[in-house]
């Protein structure tokens, strides 16, 4: 009686493992996107396919899709929001963004110059991060935004003759390569290392995301970032591509970029 009992018990273990693959498989061949994910993922770095899990598919397409829902809010006239640029992806001399907002002095935050300036996206997330920081008893601090081409060129070339070429290219974009010349890049507070030991350092550290604010550059990811680490260094991405890029991609904001770059053009 038991050896029969446990003979309808392998057999219903079996016919349930079966049933599920079956089920996955028809879920795959009813969804190409389930497919797609395997196909974006076998085109990114060896890092990248080691580190990122994705183990239901089904439910990381449906983070995906808000977030691709999400880019399509904002302006259509100018570069998509999640816009990848890198060492690899650029944007032309004669890029600007439309309707840059120059930042004057104010009571959400505080600024370094008078030559400060912010896509409109990027501008009204600002004041909202601001508020948030200063009920907490932070003032943020904005010690650089958009950079044309010709201004990353020439600071580039400044770096390059003060630390070598091979230092400035871990620490400075190249023209037409920075995050900056998209018009939605933050460097915040006094754009050094001890940035993450002061009080504003740590509060966007912890809280950044929440209001859409991405870290670019890591620690311990020079490697898939092209960069050091830069604790001031905050690109606004949106709230839904925050969520996403915790959840799903080890919060490294270039595996994201990078995936979702590869999932529109495949």
Same mark, same amino acid.
């Given at each position: 009686m038991k050896k029969t009992l446990l003979v309808l018990l392998f057999g219903l273990s079996i016919f349930t493992s079966c049933n599920a693959k079956?089920?996955?498989?028809?879920?795959? *061949?009813? =969804? @190409?996107?389930? /497919?797609?994910?395997?196909?974006?993922m076998s085109k990114m770095s060896e890092r990248a396919q080691k580190e990122i899990i994705i183990e239901n598919k089904t439910e990381f397409l449906h983070d995906l899709n808000i977030v691709l829902e999400e880019e399509k809010k904002y302006s259509s006239e100018d570069l998509p929001l999640y816009y990848l640029i890198d060492k690899k992806h650029n944007v032309g001399s004669e890029y600007e963004p439309k309707g840059l907002i120059n930042?004057?002095? =104010? *009571?959400?935050?505080?600024?370094?110059? =008078?030559?400060?300036?912010?896509? @409109?996206? %990027?501008? *009204? %997330?600002?004041?909202?991060?601001?508020?948030?920081?200063?009920?907490? +008893? /932070?003032k943020l601090l904005v010690s650089s935004t958009y950079r044309s081409y010709t201004y990353q060129k020439a600071l580039f070339e400044k770096w390059v003759r003060?630390? +070598?070429?091979? *230092?400035?290219?871990?620490?400075?974009?190249? %023209? !037409?390569?920075?995050?900056? /010349?998209? !018009?939605? %890049?933050?460097?915040? !507070?006094?754009?050094?290392?001890?940035?993450?030991?002061?009080?504003? !350092?740590?509060?966007?550290? =912890?809280n950044a995301w929440k209001y859409g604010w991405s870290l670019s550059f890591p620690q311990n990811y020079e490697d898939i970032t092209g960069y050091r680490w830069e604790c001031w260094h905050y690109r606004y991405l949106g709230i839904p591509a925050c969520q996403m890029q915790k959840k799903w991609f080890k919060d490294v904001q270039q595996f994201m970029l990078e995936f979702i770059d590869l999932w529109k053009n495949s």
């Amino acid at each position: 009686m038991k050896k029969t009992l446990l003979v309808l018990l392998f057999g219903l273990s079996i016919f349930t493992s079966c049933n599920a693959k079956n089920q996955k498989k028809e879920q795959q *061949e009813i =969804n @190409p996107d389930l /497919q797609k994910i395997d196909l974006v993922m076998s085109k990114m770095s060896e890092r990248a396919q080691k580190e990122i899990i994705i183990e239901n598919k089904t439910e990381f397409l449906h983070d995906l899709n808000i977030v691709l829902e999400e880019e399509k809010k904002y302006s259509s006239e100018d570069l998509p929001l999640y816009y990848l640029i890198d060492k690899k992806h650029n944007v032309g001399s004669e890029y600007e963004p439309k309707g840059l907002i120059n930042l004057k002095k =104010n *009571e959400h935050f505080n600024i370094s110059r =008078n030559d400060l300036s912010l896509r @409109p996206e %990027a501008y *009204e %997330a600002l004041i909202i991060l601001s508020d948030a920081a200063k009920n907490d +008893g /932070q003032k943020l601090l904005v010690s650089s935004t958009y950079r044309s081409y010709t201004y990353q060129k020439a600071l580039f070339e400044k770096w390059v003759r003060i630390d +070598g070429l091979e *230092e400035a290219e871990r620490e400075s974009a190249r %023209a !037409g390569t920075s995050q900056h /010349q998209l !018009g939605v %890049a933050i460097d915040f !507070g006094n754009i050094d290392d001890s940035f993450i030991q002061t009080a504003q !350092g740590q509060w966007l550290n =912890n809280n950044a995301w929440k209001y859409g604010w991405s870290l670019s550059f890591p620690q311990n990811y020079e490697d898939i970032t092209g960069y050091r680490w830069e604790c001031w260094h905050y690109r606004y991405l949106g709230i839904p591509a925050c969520q996403m890029q915790k959840k799903w991609f080890k919060d490294v904001q270039q595996f994201m970029l990078e995936f979702i770059d590869l999932w529109k053009n495949s």
